[in-house]
Structures are given as C-alpha cells and as structure tokens.
C-alpha cells in the first residue's frame, strides 16, 4: 500500500467513527455564550466516544482517551491503526470550534510532544480531529455543526496549511478552517525545521529590541499593565523620588 493511500483511508476511518458519534448524540447539554469557546468539555466528551466506538473496530485497536487530571499529556486519545499486520501509533487531538466564530486559530500542543511522537515512538501521525458546533441559546446546550458539508476534519500535522507558525509561548497553531497542504514525511520534517527557524528568529529579533530599548532607559510592557505599551525609566525615577519625599516628609515619632 502506498503512503497515500495508507493515509487516506486512516482519515476516512477517523472521519467515519467520529461521524457517526455525532450523529448518535447531535446536542450536548453544554451552554455556549455568544463566541466562547467550550472545546475542553466537548473534547472529554468525543474521548470518551472515542474509546467506546472503536472497542471493537476493524482497524482501531487499544484505545485509551487522556489520563483524568492530567492536563499536559500530549494527546486527547491515542490509538492503533492495524493495517494487514502493520501496527501504527496514533495520537489524536481534538479541536471543537464554534462556527459563530470568524476564524478559529487554536493553540494546537507544543512542538515537544511532535518529536516526542517521532523520536521516541517513530510515527509520525498526530492528527487534529477538527467538529465544528454553534449554542443553541442560553440554557439549550449546543449543537454540533457543519462546515463547508462536512461535520468532521480530520487534519495530519505534517498536512497543515503553509501559514502554520509557532507562538512566543511555543504553541503550534493554524487555521483549522484552510485547505490542507498534503506533504510527504520527509517534506513535512524540512517544512516543521522551517518553522522551528522561523519562531526562534522571531524571538532573537523580539529580545533584541528590548534589549535595545531598555539601554536606551526604557522597557515594553503588555498593556494590560500600564495604559501605554512603552514608558521609559525615568518616570519609575520620578515615582520614587515622590515617594522618597513623602518619606522625608513624615515627622520622626
């Protein structure tokens, strides 16, 4: 079987249990506020679904959903894709996304677990499983949706559109609604190198402003702190020296 075909059908199978979990169960009691995101508890849930409709599946074998409590663990479920004797590892994360929302560019995991997966248990398959839903009203729980005809977008990492970067924080992420870029492995392993360039050059060029900024006497804050992003030293001198001379000013006891 060639790599392509080997790939597809993973997806359609994928594609198909998580179908017909929605369709069996097509509303959760889960309120949705206009624009938020519920993605964690939709996500315990299709785990659980997961594991439970592919007990017994022709090529799913011994799937496990996320340990409970355990917020880190790299996958949401893992599972064996068993194709005529081959035994692949799967790892699988969930992305619900509310399509009231415009665009929808969820934190997809660390580049970590990806070598993790490569490295340590030589597959190169984490898929994102993208649903889609929409709340049906205060109190009335969601609905699960569609999206362009489809209810269920299984994505391959090394698949991700060319826009796919890597935050300050170190969390991959991408538009979860763009068309798929189909690689090959070893094109995806040039591909995420890039990427990894590209986000540490971010960051020297980042560090090296603030560098700049703060031996010219001033620093760049969020502007979740201060009403400006950017103040310079002096006024943290000029605030202490108020201070002091409010200091001076207190009589002796």
Do not use: C
């Amino acid at each position: 079987m060639d790599i392509q075909s080997f790939e597809q059908l993973l997806k359609n199978e994928l594609a198909s249990v998580i179908e017909k979990i929605l369709n069996d169960t097509p509303t959760l009691p889960i309120d949705v506020r206009q624009g938020e995101r519920v993605g964690d508890a939709i996500s315990k849930f299709l785990e659980a679904k997961f594991e439970e409709y592919t007990q017994e599946h022709f090529y799913f074998k011994d799937t496990k959903p996320s340990p409970p409590g355990k917020t880190k663990n790299p996958w949401d479920a893992q599972t064996f894709f068993e194709v005529n004797g081959h035994r692949e590892l799967l790892w699988i994360d969930f992305k619900a996304v509310n399509t009231d929302n415009d665009n929808s560019n969820p934190d997809s995991g660390t580049p970590n677990k990806v070598f993790e997966l490569m490295f340590k248990h030589n597959s190169f398959y984490l898929v994102y499983i993208v649903v889609y839903y929409k709340g049906l009203g205060t109190g009335l729980g969601l609905k699960f949706d569609e999206k362009n005809g489809r209810k269920v977008k299984p994505i391959f990492l090394k698949d991700v559109e060319d826009n796919m970067h890597i935050t300050p924080s170190n969390q991959i992420q991408f538009n979860v609604f763009a068309d798929e870029k189909i690689r090959t492995r070893n094109e995806f392993i040039s591909f995420f190198k890039d990427k990894l360039i590209e986000a540490n050059q971010r960051r020297i060029d980042d560090a090296q402003a603030k560098l700049e900024l703060i031996i010219q006497g001033k620093y760049s804050v969020p502007k979740t702190i201060y009403k400006e992003q950017e103040f310079n030293f002096i006024i943290l001198n000029e605030i202490n020296d108020k201070q002091e001379e409010k200091i001076r000013e207190i009589k002796n006891l």
